[in-house]
């Protein structure tokens, strides 16, 4: 199973991009998807949480401006963010809960793809 993230890049603040992830490979199906972020010096955050059946969860930072979504027959997570600060500047990472079959369920992630965002 791999996970390919792209999306990222610069931006100036307020602007707006869209993280897209997709999973590919041999599995029965994927559960929650996930966006973490982490900038130089700092600790991984978890940026945003999608169930299988859509429910969305959000760390208070991004609240209002990004919006977690998915598409479970591309098998696709994405991540649109509006509004960007220069706080929100880090590689950006993806990471799923892999059905491989029914009984078994693995945790896989994305490279990171990073975002800049200048003042």
């Known amino acids: 199973v791999q996970l390919q993230a792209s999306g990222g890049g610069l931006v100036q603040a307020g602007g707006s991009l869209r993280l897209s992830c997709a999973a590919s490979?041999?599995?029965?199906?994927?559960?929650?998807m996930r966006w973490y972020r982490q900038a130089p010096g700092k600790q991984r955050e978890l940026v945003a949480t999608?169930?299988?059946?859509?429910?969305?969860d959000y760390a208070r930072s991004v609240q209002g401006r990004f919006t977690i979504s998915r598409d479970n027959a591309k098998n696709t997570v994405y991540l649109q963010m509006n509004g960007l600060k220069p706080d929100d500047t880090a590689a950006y990472y993806c990471?799923?809960?892999?059905?491989?079959?029914?009984?078994?369920?693995?945790?896989?992630w994305g490279q990171g793809t990073q975002v800049t965002v200048s003042s």
């Open positions: 990471s799923a809960d892999v059905v491989v079959n029914p009984s078994f369920i693995s945790d896989h």
């Open positions: 490979g041999s599995f029965f199906s994927i559960n929650a």
């Open positions: 999608i169930a299988r059946g859509g429910r969305t």
